[in-house]
């Protein structure tokens, strides 16, 4: 495709543009459509489009996906059907801004669930990062107010988000321990298709039990067109493309910028204001996230290394 020509950075740039206009997109939709309703006609535009560029892998590998099939269902679930439609449900509760810097404790998140579930164990670094990223995340959620924390009176909208950061981490981990044995543009098209099938039932609760209408308009077709198409597909394939030309720790650091353009557009167009202590928690996560992906100098050894037995 003619994004595989594009330089790695801009595509790195041009993908964190578009999920972090997803945040304000998801929160100016409140009125007109409810999250699991949105969810499904995103998913259901995204496969349209992708589906002549995923195909012919389809037909190829089709064996290999069948005999990870309950792999590709817990991805489904959670990085396709759980995290997007999370993230709309919160974005009723609470404001883009605060949504998109609650979702920078993202990487922090696959550090703790890597402790747990693969074993994996934490530098000196990723501890001290995982701390600092926390630190800043608690004081988002509690709007710098130590009564706020002592109440426990959270926003419910946040840990609404904080569910869907899980969501997502428990898909980043599959990706991690499956890339080299499920392919990319099949596994992402069934993904789709499956995700779709887990969320049309709760699409069709909100529609028809509980009678929460679809206000078509203009603005509801670009949402659907937007989230469909950029922020699935356009996204999807510039982030990985430049992945495989960068690396994933360079492209991870560009995961901060989700929240500055999501901050930028929230301002801009739908008139959220950035508070004093999202600024400050924020910071925080992201300097928290930084410190954490920065190796050691006995790993920087071991990469010099590492580069002089490949080279």
Not at 36 to 46: E, G, H, K, N, Q
Not at 79 to 101: D, E, K, P, R, V
Not at 290 to 304: C, F, G, H, N, V
Request: charged fraction near 10%; glycine fraction near 6%; charge should be positive.
């Amino acid at each position: 495709m003619a994004l595989n020509k594009r330089n790695p950075y801009f595509l790195l740039v041009l993908a964190t543009i578009l999920w972090g206009g997803n945040f304000v997109i998801g929160r100016a939709a409140t009125d007109s459509m409810p999250p699991f309703t949105l969810s499904v006609l995103r998913w259901c535009t995204a496969f349209i489009i992708f589906l002549p560029f995923a195909w012919p892998h389809l037909k190829k590998e089709h064996a290999l996906l069948k005999k990870n099939w309950h792999i590709l269902i817990l991805m489904s679930i959670t990085g396709i059907a759980g995290f997007n439609s999370l993230l709309y449900l919160a974005l009723h509760y609470t404001t883009s801004i605060n949504a998109s810097l609650v979702n920078t404790s993202t990487p922090i998140m696959i550090y703790i669930l890597s402790f747990f579930i693969l074993r994996e164990s934490l530098n000196r670094n990723q501890m001290i990062g995982t701390v600092l990223s926390l630190a800043g995340l608690i004081f988002i959620l509690s709007k710098g107010s130590l009564a706020v924390l002592v109440n426990f009176s959270f926003d419910s909208g946040d840990f609404i988000v904080l569910a869907a950061v899980v969501c997502w981490s428990i898909y980043s981990i599959l990706i991690k321990r499956y890339t080299g044995i499920l392919p990319g543009y099949s596994t992402f098209l069934v993904c789709m298709a499956v995700g779709i099938l887990v969320l049309s039932p709760l699409a069709y609760y909100e529609t028809f039990i509980l009678k929460i209408p679809v206000v078509w308009s203009t603005s509801a077709i670009f949402t659907i067109f937007y989230t469909g198409v950029f922020a699935s597909i356009v996204a999807f394939i510039s982030w990985n493309t430049a992945v495989v030309k960068v690396g994933a720790n360079k492209a991870g650091i560009f995961l901060n910028l989700i929240p500055v353009f999501a901050v930028i557009f929230a301002v801009l167009f739908i008139g959220e204001t950035l508070m004093w202590y999202q600024l400050a928690g924020g910071l925080s996560v992201i300097a928290g996230v930084y410190l954490s992906a920065r190796p050691i100098p006995a790993e920087q050894k071991s990469i010099l290394r590492d580069k002089e037995f490949y080279s």
